[in-house]
């Protein structure tokens, strides 16, 4: 094995790595640390490893494009799938043109591979854009973006009526 030196001859208790310029992947990493500076008579060094994932990618999210319908009361309904190849998939959202962000169910958690189904609440007809974005275990984003087209023919869903004296 091949070791590449970070540091040497640290005087802090701190070293900084920075993971942005390394590859994805596993990394071995190995500390020695020696108090030859302050006892130079009598060193002592200690060795310490571990190994550590290093993830720059994001994941692919994709809403699959045929699955996008929407129904009669306005709302959009779509499948899609999130997958990362370091890391899992923590979580999913979705939102609607530029507005908030909405948590969806993830039948598993934690894995490579998540398949996700979003439903929205009845929309304002028009041009509209669903974005679905996936996080992975690191916190890299990634997303998938598709036009929907809410018909004008599209009718919200009524509130639901407030009782009449009539029905008490």
Same mark, same amino acid.
Do not use: H
């Given at each position: 094995?091949?070791?590449?030196?970070? %540091?040497?001859?640290?005087?802090?208790?701190?070293?900084?790595?920075?993971?942005?310029?390394? %590859?994805?992947?596993?990394?071995?990493?190995? #500390?020695?640390?020696?108090?030859?500076?302050?006892? &130079?008579?009598? +060193?002592? *060094? #200690?060795?310490?490893?571990?190994?550590?994932?290093?993830?720059?990618?994001?994941?692919?999210?994709?809403?699959?494009?045929?699955?996008?319908?929407?129904?009669?009361?306005?709302?959009?309904?779509? *499948?899609?799938?999130?997958?990362?190849?370091?890391? +899992? /998939?923590?979580?999913?959202?979705?939102? /609607?043109?530029?507005?908030?962000?909405?948590?969806? !169910?993830?039948? !598993?958690?934690?894995?490579? /591979?998540?398949?996700?189904? /979003?439903? *929205?609440?009845?929309?304002? &007809?028009?041009?509209?854009?669903? %974005?679905?974005?996936?996080?992975?275990?690191?916190?890299?984003?990634?997303?998938?973006? #598709?036009?929907?087209?809410? &018909?004008?023919?599209?009718?919200?869903? +009524? !509130?639901?009526? !407030? &009782?009449?004296?009539? %029905?008490?």
């Amino acid at each position: 094995m091949t070791w590449k030196e970070l %540091e040497k001859n640290l005087t802090e208790q701190k070293c900084e790595w920075d993971t942005s310029k390394s %590859e994805d992947g596993r990394y071995w990493l190995r #500390v020695t640390a020696s108090d030859r500076q302050s006892a &130079p008579e009598d +060193p002592r *060094t #200690v060795e310490a490893e571990a190994f550590v994932w290093v993830d720059n990618t994001s994941p692919e999210v994709l809403v699959f494009r045929s699955s996008v319908s929407v129904s009669e009361a306005g709302t959009v309904a779509a *499948t899609g799938m999130a997958r990362d190849v370091t890391s +899992p /998939i923590r979580s999913v959202e979705y939102r /609607i043109d530029d507005g908030e962000w909405q948590s969806v !169910a993830l039948s !598993a958690v934690e894995t490579s /591979i998540a398949a996700f189904t /979003i439903t *929205t609440e009845a929309l304002d &007809p028009g041009e509209r854009s669903l %974005e679905a974005r996936a996080f992975d275990a690191a916190g890299n984003a990634g997303t998938d973006k #598709v036009a929907v087209r809410v &018909p004008e023919e599209a009718k919200a869903a +009524p !509130a639901e009526a !407030a &009782p009449t004296e009539a %029905e008490g």
